[in-house]
């Protein structure tokens, strides 16, 4: 299983399609690890810098609706896994991106808008967000500029077994 | 309670509910192309599990950037070709016969009623034009769908979207499905299936169904679905008659099981007014951001590049339209224009139907069937501030070039808007 949390991103924004996460032009990489240096590349978003969420910096993402809409492209989740971000945190998704990070064996957490809202309110001005998801207990604890808060989520049952057993192919080999 | 045709075919393909409304599915056909496969061949090669569940139910085909534009997109296509051979994968399509997999497929006669099938690509959901369960997937499910031909999708929950009425001079299948996708929002089927009822459906061409289908995704859907019915038939008559004895009777009804019952569970309905509708663009990086062209022809939008093709609108009848409109006139100066036949079976009509000639001599370039350009992959990228008004399906920022704007389109209104060299009402060129 992999591991979840670490410094947070706040993209404030709702709508942020695949081909924003990693642009149809490097779609030709046969090597995960190569899409790691475009990742957000083609954001638009006022005053992002996509180096705030390259390789080591960040393991969470908070955003608002619909986020990984477009293109089926599993390249938008392994650009965030190569960075090392394996949790997003969303009002909600796209289904296809939202499938992709559960088969992939990361986190894709919905939680309400008002939740969202807060969170952004209460953090995102903060350069030392982060974020800790106790998988067990389904909850998350979000700390920075000596704030902290603390959430409930859920995960359907097959989301959580996909996570547990490390992917759908893990899943699905044992199963079928 | 009756059900929808979405929950019929979901009953009739249950391999496994390993948790209460997760549906695992046996697939009937999985299809490939080389960007989102090859990741999966070689993590197949890597877990020592190189093979494929039934070579008779996977197609493939190299379509996103062919002929190969550099070393990686060659390789690509050197996977997909090698995995096809040593798989013993008959139906793969490469340079020669390859075309945009949304209109090859079908066109093959792969697609059928009932179906399953699903595809790395988010336009899969174009099969459900022939009342098919067609999803796009990651590449995840797709390596799961190659290895043991099933996939795993929720309990459907379906939106029932009504067209009624004879679609008025200068208005497509395009313009409905961006007057829907302007009604439901980019999310607003998220998690939900499209199924298009009423008359003005009913009296669709398949080709104009599949425009239709493709752009489900761009409200959210996972699918978007039309009943199988004579039109359905006629279309894949030719692949279907020895199944059915010849007895086109016997076909329709067989057809027809599918058909959603008259007490089917609906989330919601949509009701559409055809009758009212007019020739619209999209205006912004989103695809719900549409706009009547006849107001938008007042601003003069400045379009520097016209392109017609794509799996949404790069089919015979969609240049019979375009080239309806372009016959003896030119581009604007200072437009340039392409022109993408989907497929090469539909390339080869253009060619003997004249209408080649006729985008040719207007200044347009013809180019091979690709989807090289609706995602700035090859074949038509954008500079930075330059415009293309485009009949496929997808307005994102940078999607054809970073820093270039896209005008989804119907090809009436892509081929009247190159000869304005503006966002153009293509009613007054019919």
């Known amino acids: 299983m992999k591991t979840f949390g670490g410094r947070t991103l706040f993209l404030d924004r709702s709508d942020i399609n695949t081909d924003e996460i990693i642009p149809a032009k490097y779609l030709t990489e046969v090597d995960k690890d190569a899409l790691g240096p475009h990742l957000l590349e083609d954001l638009a978003l006022p005053g992002f810098d996509p180096k705030a969420a390259r390789k080591g910096t960040v393991g969470v993402i908070v955003t608002r609706a619909n986020f990984g809409c477009g293109s089926s492209r599993e390249h938008a989740p392994w650009a965030l896994e190569v960075n090392g971000i394996t949790v997003v945190i969303a009002e909600s998704f796209a289904r296809i991106f939202r499938q992709n990070m559960f088969n992939g064996g990361m986190l894709a957490i919905e939680l309400p808008a008002a939740t969202i809202g807060e969170l952004f309110a209460a953090f995102a001005g903060s350069a030392s967000a982060a974020c800790t998801v106790d998988l067990d207990a389904k909850k998350l604890r979000m700390e920075g500029e000596g704030r902290s808060a603390e959430y409930a989520f859920t995960l359907s049952p097959f989301d959580e077994a996909l996570v547990g057993s490390g992917g759908w192919v893990e899943f699905a080999d044992a199963r079928y | 309670m009756g059900k929808t045709i979405t929950e019929k075919i979901f009953d009739a393909h249950l391999a496994d509910e390993p948790f209460t409304g997760t549906k695992v599915l046996r697939l009937d056909a999985v299809l490939c192309h080389e960007i989102t496969t090859p990741i999966a061949i070689a993590d197949l090669v890597w877990r020592k599990k190189d093979r494929v569940f039934d070579p008779s139910k996977i197609k493939a085909v190299i379509d996103h950037v062919t002929p190969a534009k550099d070393s990686k997109s060659a390789l690509q296509g050197k996977i997909m070709r090698e995995w096809a051979a040593r798989n013993g994968i008959r139906d793969f399509f490469d340079i020669g016969s390859n075309g945009v997999c949304h209109a090859l497929f079908p066109e093959k006669g792969f697609?059928?009623?009932?179906?399953?099938?699903?595809?790395?690509?988010?336009?899969?959901?174009?099969?459900?034009?022939?009342?098919?369960?067609?999803?796009?997937?990651?590449?995840?499910?797709?390596?799961?769908?190659?290895?043991?031909?099933?996939?795993?999708?929720?309990?459907?929950?379906?939106?029932?979207?009504?067209?009624?009425?004879?679609?008025?001079?200068?208005?497509?299948?395009?313009?409905?499905?961006?007057?829907?996708?302007?009604?439901?929002?980019?999310?607003?089927?998220?998690?939900?299936?499209?199924?298009?009822?009423?008359?003005?459906?009913?009296?669709?061409?398949?080709?104009?169904?599949?425009?239709?289908?493709?752009?489900?995704?761009?409200?959210?859907?996972?699918?978007?679905?039309?009943?199988?019915?004579?039109?359905?038939?006629?279309?894949?008559?030719?692949?279907?008659?020895?199944?059915?004895?010849?007895?086109?009777?016997?076909?329709?009804?067989?057809?027809?099981?599918?058909?959603?019952?008259?007490?089917?569970?609906?989330?919601?309905?949509?009701?559409?007014?055809?009758?009212?509708?007019?020739?619209?663009?999209?205006?912004?990086?989103?695809?719900?951001?549409?706009?009547?062209?006849?107001?938008?022809?007042?601003?003069?939008?400045?379009?520097?590049?016209?392109?017609?093709?794509?799996?949404?609108?790069?089919?015979?009848?969609?240049?019979?339209?375009?080239?309806?409109?372009?016959?003896?006139?030119?581009?604007?100066?200072?437009?340039?224009?392409?022109?993408?036949?989907?497929?090469?079976?539909?390339?080869?009509?253009?060619?003997?139907?004249?209408?080649?000639?006729?985008?040719?001599?207007?200044?347009?370039?013809?180019?091979?069937?690709?989807?090289?350009?609706?995602?700035g992959m090859s074949n038509g990228v954008l500079a930075k501030g330059e415009a293309c008004a485009s009949t496929t399906n997808r307005n994102f920022n940078g999607r054809m070039g970073k820093g270039g704007m896209v005008h989804l389109v119907s090809p009436a209104s892509a081929a009247a808007s190159g000869v304005a060299g503006h966002l153009v009402d293509p009613r007054a060129f019919l």
């Open chain 2, 111 to 375: 697609i059928r009623p009932g179906f399953t099938v699903i595809m790395g690509d988010s336009h899969t959901c174009t099969h459900g034009a022939f009342g098919a369960f067609a999803a796009g997937v990651g590449t995840t499910d797709l390596e799961v769908g190659i290895l043991k031909g099933v996939c795993a999708f929720r309990q459907p929950t379906t939106i029932r979207v009504e067209v009624t009425g004879a679609l008025p001079r200068g208005v497509y299948a395009k313009d409905v499905i961006l007057d829907i996708i302007r009604r439901l929002t980019v999310n607003g089927a998220t998690d939900r299936i499209l199924e298009f009822t009423g008359t003005t459906v009913a009296a669709m061409s398949m080709e104009e169904r599949m425009t239709l289908s493709n752009m489900a995704i761009e409200a959210g859907a996972t699918s978007g679905l039309c009943m199988p019915d004579r039109v359905t038939l006629d279309y894949l008559w030719p692949f279907v008659a020895g199944d059915f004895g010849g007895d086109k009777a016997k076909a329709l009804a067989d057809y027809q099981r599918w058909w959603s019952d008259p007490d089917a569970p609906y989330e919601s309905t949509l009701a559409i007014d055809a009758t009212a509708l007019e020739p619209v663009a999209t205006v912004g990086y989103k695809p719900d951001q549409v706009k009547k062209l006849a107001e938008l022809e007042k601003e003069k939008v400045r379009v520097d590049q016209v392109y017609i093709g794509s799996c949404t609108n790069g089919r015979i009848s969609d240049l019979r339209i375009a080239a309806a409109v372009t016959k003896g006139r030119k581009l604007a100066p200072g437009t340039r224009g392409i022109l993408c036949p989907a497929t090469p079976a539909i390339y080869r009509a253009a060619l003997h139907e004249g209408l080649l000639d006729i985008f040719m001599d207007a200044g347009y370039v013809v180019t091979n069937p690709t989807c090289g350009a609706c995602l």
